[in-house]
């Protein structure tokens, strides 16, 4: 609120010195836009104050307490004892669903561009043999929007979540070509649940500073396909290759840890971090394995069990188990790490019978929250029913799955090394690596987060990849930094106008707009000309279009520029890893190799964990700062 006051102490002050001179009065409606813009700020902001004094009167377990202090923090757990306080609960929206659907014809081209970036790219990846000759022919959007509602609304630490179901069964329609062949996806439903996270909340004329779109759990997704020449039994497990295929596109786009994260200005508060906003860091490691089902639905002779267990994004398959509806699939080949990014996720579990080359068939599907499988102590299996899938099997209500999970927090704290007179078997990191490794020898979770790149390497777009012992993971290729681009051209111009009138040395002037020096030496030509021209004889508005179509040209090219000499990346990368594996961080280069594009790498250089950035690699610096945290048992270590 003071500073509030204090604007408008200083608006009122520029208004007054504009009111005593003549020009004054054409700028009262600005300082009349000041003094609403300033009461409408201040009424949201003591509108907010008194609700967050209102909300902590009631909900007293909206208080985090402080970490431990030996530095273990179990956030997920936290956040689960917390329990936040639920501010609305399934609520209807049929005003937004009316709202919706004038707006759904013109989501067609994005649309377009997401199967044109994701689904086609998915779709050739997931399809043997054929799926590299699929292409994207048409899409129909139809005229059935999604419906939206119920909604639940909580608050948590930084802002205000919203859960709203989303239930699409529209007439969507998607071909693609295959040589002389086409392939139709149709009756596309989508039933899930997309969380609206409304953060951080700030002091400001808005108080939000931004917004994360993401679903905790993949959607249930159903399509129809049919075939133009062609038999899709030609293909073995065609559907379910295909249905995969959107399921991983969606995932990529939506299902957490993916989301669309974009900041909101708050006009007096300040800038959102963009990479901690989209982001999100873990709250830890569920190490789960899958140990056996009971009583699947089927004859033993044809039944050839397989589980696909999926958590957020990702998901593993277990090995199949032929001609047994009893399967055991217990051990280090069958367990898991999964990263959660948030309380409310689960784990699901699908089963499906192997046919060979036939179309596999699903037996049946369980899921339950991470939060039933945390407090599971060590050793215990969780039994879940199996919602069986097969309905020429009839009724079949005994099928189970047994889970084991394990909860492991992320911590800072890490051992000191043993004194050197000891031997390495009374390490206490030894012990520690020995309880933690599990099935998958994960004992740390490393962390990388890529801020720019300033490199020699030829034209872009250019990766960050970051390597840890043989695993590694990508940015999305560097985007121009967000200099001096937000320049317009006609400022542009009149800079390098007045530079030049100044006589000021090419290089500098080259050096700090940043400009090649051909370009400069080309405005300065023409403007030597029209120096010469006679003043009556020149037409100053063809003058300005040159001039403004100039420093369009140059803007690009020095946005073309700073994407391949100076990315901006602002993401975060995150890697499982083991105690002694190595780190090395890489810079890759779009080429093509065989007429076809692929990144390449032009340098690569090996780090300790223990180094902070910046990484100085062959011929580029990587700004980059890396951290190590360590996998649950800490505190016993």
């Known amino acids: 609120l003071k500073l509030q006051f204090l604007y408008f102490i200083v608006s009122m002050s520029r208004w007054v010195d504009f009111m005593t001179n003549s020009v004054g009065l054409k700028f009262l409606s600005i300082g009349a836009k000041r003094a609403v ?16 004094i209102k909300t902590h009167k009631g909900h007293s377990k909206i208080v985090i307490p402080a970490p431990a202090s030996e530095g273990f923090k179990d ?15 399934n ?42 000759q699929l292409r994207f022919a048409k899409l129909t ?13 909580r ?25 002389v062949a086409t392939v139709s996806i149709a009756d596309l439903t989508i039933r899930g649940e997309v969380m609206l996270a409304f953060k951080p909340l700030v002091n400001g004329i808005n108080p939000i500073g931004g917004m994360e779109i993401s679903c905790l759990d993949q959607p249930e997704v159903t399509l129809k396909l049919s075939a133009k020449g062609m038999f899709l039994d030609s293909v073995p497990n065609f559907y379910k290759l295909l249905k995969y295929a959107v399921d991983d596109a969606v995932a990529s786009i939506l299902v957490m840890p993916n989301n669309i994260a974009f900041r909101i200005p708050t006009v007096t ?63 280090k080949r069958h367990t898991q ?3 959660i990014f948030h309380s409310k996720q689960s784990v699901r579990v699908d089963v499906f019978s192997g046919k060979g080359f036939g179309a596999d068939e699903l037996i049946g599907s369980c899921q339950t929250p991470v939060s039933t499988l945390v407090g599971l102590k060590d050793k215990e299996l969780m039994t879940l029913p199996v919602k069986t899938a097969i309905e020429h099997y009839g009724h079949h209500g005994g099928a189970k799955l047994k889970l084991q999970a394990e909860w492991l927090p992320l911590s800072d704290y890490y051992p000191d090394a043993a004194e050197s007179v000891k031997e390495i078997a009374d390490d206490p990191r030894e012990k520690w690596r020995d309880g933690n490794s599990g099935g998958t020898g994960n004992q740390q979770l490393t962390t990388l987060r890529v801020d720019k790149v300033f490199t020699s390497h030829g034209p872009g777009p250019h990766k960050v990849v970051m390597n840890v012992g043989g695993r590694s993971t990508a940015t999305c290729p560097g985007t121009s930094p ?84 100076r990315p901006q990346f602002d993401e975060i990368l995150y890697l499982p890893s083991k105690l002694e594996d190595t780190f090395d961080i890489s810079l890759q280069s779009l080429t093509t190799v065989d007429g076809k594009p692929t990144y390449a790498t032009v340098a690569s250089k090996e780090f300790p964990l223990s180094q902070s950035g910046p990484f100085h690699l062959d011929g580029c610096t990587v700004f980059a700062t890396p951290t190590v945290s360590y996998l649950g048992k800490a505190t016993e270590a």
């Open 37 to 52: 813009l300033w009461a409408m700020g201040s009424t949201v902001t003591a509108a907010s104050v008194a609700y967050d």
């Open 75 to 89: 956030a997920f757990m936290e956040d689960l004892l917390s329990t936040p306080p639920v501010l609305t609960e």
């Open 91 to 132: 609520q209807s929206v049929e005003w937004l669903n009316h709202s919706i659907e004038p707006m759904w014809p013109f989501l067609d081209e994005g649309i377009r561009q997401v199967v044109l970036e994701k689904l086609e790219p998915a779709i050739q990846n997931a399809v043997p043999l054929i799926g590299k």
């Open 141 to 153: 959007l139809g005229c059935t929007a999604p419906q939206l509602g119920p909604v639940t609304s």
């Open 155 to 179: 608050l948590t630490e930084d802002g205000v979540e919203l859960f709203v179901a989303v239930d699409y069964a529209g007439d969507l329609e998607l071909e693609f070509e295959l040589g």
């Open 269 to 331: 508060g300040p800038v959102t971090d963009i990479a901690s906003l989209k982001y999100r860091s873990p709250l830890g490691v569920l190490r789960v394995s899958v140990d056996s089902a009971q009583h699947l639905p089927g004859s033993t002779w044809s039944t050839n069990p397989y589980a696909r267990v999926q958590v957020g994004a990702h998901h593993y398959y277990t090995d199949t188990v032929n001609k047994n509806v009893n399967p055991t699939w217990h051990g």
């Open 337 to 339: 790490d999964f990263m």
């Open 482 to 565: 967000p200099l001096i681009f937000n320049i317009c051209p006609s400022t542009l111009c009149e800079i390098t106008r007045r530079m030049s009138a100044a006589n000021a040395a090419t290089d500098l002037v080259c050096s700090v707009l940043e400009i090649d020096e051909t370009d400069y030496l080309q405005y300065k030509k023409t403007t030597d000309v029209r120096s010469k021209t006679p003043f009556p004889l020149r037409d100053a508005e063809v003058e300005c279009t040159e001039d403004e179509a100039w420093a369009k040209a140059v803007i690009s090219k020095m946005k073309r520029n700073a994407s391949d000499k």
